[in-house]
Nanobody, 119 residues
């Protein structure tokens, strides 16, 4: 069964940095794109970053120039390096996989990791 375990969140001041990690299992990690989403209260869940199986990356406009997504296929882990954090980045961050695009109704989510940007 698929498992996604996010970690690395916390409380940080505006302008600070965090590195999020997501350990994945239960599917062929190296074959699928990985993604980071975030969900803030009162807002829709938002796709923040994607990294394809070949290493191409994509970002939501608000994250460009500040966030970097990367992956380590040997460790089956995807990372999100977040620099220059802003209060609007406050949200629960979740990873997910393109694997579920094959069966969208079966998509599962991990526990997420809370990122709070506040002075």
């Amino acid at each position: 069964q698929v498992q996604l375990v996010e970690s690395g969140g916390g409380l940080v001041q505006p302008g600070g940095s965090l590195r999020l990690s997501c350990a994945a299992s239960g599917f062929t990690f190296s074959s699928y794109a990985m993604m980071w989403y975030r969900h803030a209260p009162g807002k829709e869940r938002e796709l923040v970053a994607t990294i394809t199986s070949s290493g191409s990356t994509y970002y939501v406009d608000s994250a460009k120039g500040r966030f970097t997504i990367s992956r380590d296929n040997a460790k089956k882990t995807v990372y999100l390096q977040m620099n220059g954090l802003k209060p609007d980045d406050t949200a629960v961050y979740y990873c997910n996989t393109h694997f579920y695009n094959l069966t969208p109704s079966r998509r599962i989510w991990g526990q997420g990791t809370q990122v709070t940007v506040s002075s």
